[in-house]
């Protein structure tokens, strides 16, 4: 299987994608992360994602931070941010409530203090983080319109919109957004049901897909529905000949042909290294019906 795939002219990105969300946690210095991040390219990812929120707004600082110990690396990468959500935190001491903004100026600095953050002068990709209930598309394309020209982001798509909000916010865009990165895995079938999938395929849009182990949940399964995921990944695992269930959770992702590009947000290489070796698992269709049927509890109709 490829290890990049390309989202569209200008914008390919790795097949799998390093995840920064948890970066504050890992507890790591900057020559520690540094390192980390040459691993990580020495696997052949080179796709990273970020937002302006992780760690309340302070991952991309400190990413930022182990970047400029070694500069050069930027020109192997492809920077991805998201901005939109506003935490109530001490961040924004003016909220009471997380709210979602998406007008024209905030967007442009919330995409600069990206930039400013992680040390560079250009994102390859900026998201809008969530579908927001308050929503003026014609402000988001002001923005974008500002980004692109000035060279500051060079591509742009969405994260957790359905169909119709990805079309809404497209008709008032004069370029075509890049991606959708939505949360994909063998027990998240969401994407699926609301028709996500098939939007992506009809406009051959490549999502991303994030939370591609479903949060760790069928490492240690408490639910009906995780005991039978854990025994059917078990299974498929045996059959290939491989020990760890993540890979298989990977792969499945992997052979659809809509061309999910998974978010490993681990700070294990070995870890990451997992997610990159099932780019070489091929599972049968039987074994991709037989995880389907168990996420969904019943056979197919």
Not at 150 to 169: E, H, Y
Not at 283 to 296: D, P, T
């Amino acid at each position: 299987m490829k290890n990049t795939l390309a989202l569209n002219e200008n914008l390919s990105l790795s097949r799998i994608i390093h995840g920064y969300w948890r970066l504050r946690d890992w507890n790591l210095s900057d020559a520690e992360l540094l390192k980390l991040m040459e691993q990580v390219l020495e696997l052949g990812i080179t796709s990273f994602d970020h937002a302006d929120i992780y760690g309340n707004y302070t991952c991309e600082e400190f990413f930022g931070r182990a970047l400029a110990l070694k500069p050069e690396l930027r020109e192997q990468m492809q920077l991805i941010s998201k901005c939109g959500i506003r935490l109530a935190t001490d961040f924004n001491p003016e909220l009471d409530v997380k709210i979602y903004e998406y007008s024209t100026a905030y967007i442009i600095k919330q995409a600069e203090a990206s930039l400013k953050n992680l040390g560079t002068d250009r994102l390859d990709l900026l998201l809008l983080h969530r579908p927001a209930p308050f929503f003026e598309p014609e402000e988001v394309a002001k923005a974008f319109d500002h980004l692109k020209q000035s060279g500051k982001v060079l591509n742009f798509g969405v994260s957790n919109f359905t169909p119709m909000q990805f079309d809404s916010l497209q008709a008032y865009l004069d370029m075509p957004l890049a991606t959708n990165q939505v949360e994909l895995s063998v027990a998240c079938l969401e994407h699926w049901e609301n028709e996500n999938i098939e939007f992506f395929q009809k406009h051959k849009i490549k999502p991303m897909a994030w939370s591609p182990l479903a949060g760790g949940k069928l490492f240690k399964p408490e639910t009906q529905r995780e005991h039978r995921l854990h025994s059917v990944l078990k299974e498929v695992a045996a059959e290939l000949g491989i020990e760890a269930i993540d890979q298989v959770m990977y792969a499945w992702l992997l052979k659809h042909p809509v061309g999910a590009l998974p978010i490993v947000g681990s700070q294990h290489i070995d870890r990451i290294k997992s997610a990159v070796d099932a780019l070489e698992i091929d599972l049968s269709l039987q074994q991709w019906y037989k995880i389907w049927i168990a996420s969904k509890g019943e056979d197919l109709p």
